[in-house]
């Protein structure tokens, strides 16, 4: 028997069929997590969602089997609020030891069938994955840090230069903009090396993800529009999942230092 039974506005609809989330459903802060909920990939309803179900459903937006592993087990560690160190800790479990503050699991978060499970408002968890300076959302001590916030959203797309395409330039610009934004707006903004490099990380899978190689990694307006304003993945619009090589790990942080190096030039022109 299914841990998630479909109900009647549910029970018709095939995985991939894009349905906006009811009044009932959960949705979290991340909009391609939502995106996988709304085209049926994990739980609809975004309740008891399996590390299996989201690791399986990130195969949809192209992603390498490492890198589903890293973000999914990370996710799934019961979180802590002051979880062991030293060196016994490490030995026993390097892996927890490493991501720990990642975890989003209250402790002993099963579903009715006994399996490690999450919701996906839990993925608010701030500090964990969820950070300041977020591209759609506003900052934990502004009072809200879950809900896309359609300025934010409008800010991004505005920023391609040409109206059409967001550059890795201008990706690095929105990343600028939304920083100094958030230092305004926020006193009790967060924000060190950890929640830079979460940012930029998040920016850089979007290129690998919806990006086009043979033009630099240019990510069409229309696509983010569809993901950001609607949580859709962008079929519609032409996208299509990268089928001759996933997103890896590796790739994946490569990209992400990349744009930090454009970020720090733009700064420097900007300063001098």
């Given at each position: 028997m299914s841990p998630h039974p479909p109900d009647e506005s549910t029970s018709l609809l095939r995985k991939g069929i894009y349905r906006p989330p009811s009044t009932t459903d959960v949705r979290g802060p991340c909009p391609i997590v939502n995106t996988l909920a709304n085209h049926g990939y994990i739980p609809r309803d975004g309740r008891n969602v399996r590390a299996a179900e989201l690791k399986a459903a990130m195969t949809e937006l192209g992603v390498g089997?490492?890198?589903?592993?890293?973000?999914t087990s990370a996710a799934y560690l019961e979180h802590?609020?002051?979880?062991?160190?030293?060196?016994?800790?490490?030995?026993?479990?390097?892996?927890?030891?490493?991501?720990?503050?990642?975890?989003?699991?209250?402790?002993?978060?099963i579903d009715s069938h006994g399996v490690a499970c999450l919701n996906l408002d839990e993925l608010d968890r701030h500090g964990a994955i969820e950070h300041d300076v977020s591209m759609s959302r506003r900052d934990f001590a502004q009072g809200d840090n879950h809900s896309k916030q359609e300025d934010l959203v409008e800010d991004m797309l505005a920023s391609a230069r040409d109206g059409q395409d967001l550059t890795v330039d201008d990706w690095a610009r929105f990343r600028i903009q939304r920083i100094e934004q958030q230092k305004r707006d926020n006193a009790k903004l967060e924000f060190g090396t950890p929640q830079n490099m979460m940012g930029l990380a998040e920016a850089a899978f979007i290129q690998k993800t919806f990006g086009d190689r043979s033009r630099g990694w240019k990510v069409p307006v229309a696509y983010m529009a569809a993901i950001f304003g609607e949580e859709r993945l962008p079929i519609e619009e032409g996208w299509r999942k990268r089928s001759w090589w996933p997103v890896g790990f590796l790739e994946l942080m490569s990209q992400a230092l990349v744009l930090k190096k454009v970020v720090g030039s733009i700064d420097s022109k900007a300063s001098s």
């Amino acid at each position: 028997m299914s841990p998630h039974p479909p109900d009647e506005s549910t029970s018709l609809l095939r995985k991939g069929i894009y349905r906006p989330p009811s009044t009932t459903d959960v949705r979290g802060p991340c909009p391609i997590v939502n995106t996988l909920a709304n085209h049926g990939y994990i739980p609809r309803d975004g309740r008891n969602v399996r590390a299996a179900e989201l690791k399986a459903a990130m195969t949809e937006l192209g992603v390498g089997l490492t890198l589903r592993q890293v973000l999914t087990s990370a996710a799934y560690l019961e979180h802590r609020d002051h979880p062991p160190r030293g060196i016994w800790a490490f030995i026993r479990n390097p892996f927890a030891y490493i991501f720990q503050t990642f975890a989003l699991r209250a402790k002993g978060q099963i579903d009715s069938h006994g399996v490690a499970c999450l919701n996906l408002d839990e993925l608010d968890r701030h500090g964990a994955i969820e950070h300041d300076v977020s591209m759609s959302r506003r900052d934990f001590a502004q009072g809200d840090n879950h809900s896309k916030q359609e300025d934010l959203v409008e800010d991004m797309l505005a920023s391609a230069r040409d109206g059409q395409d967001l550059t890795v330039d201008d990706w690095a610009r929105f990343r600028i903009q939304r920083i100094e934004q958030q230092k305004r707006d926020n006193a009790k903004l967060e924000f060190g090396t950890p929640q830079n490099m979460m940012g930029l990380a998040e920016a850089a899978f979007i290129q690998k993800t919806f990006g086009d190689r043979s033009r630099g990694w240019k990510v069409p307006v229309a696509y983010m529009a569809a993901i950001f304003g609607e949580e859709r993945l962008p079929i519609e619009e032409g996208w299509r999942k990268r089928s001759w090589w996933p997103v890896g790990f590796l790739e994946l942080m490569s990209q992400a230092l990349v744009l930090k190096k454009v970020v720090g030039s733009i700064d420097s022109k900007a300063s001098s």
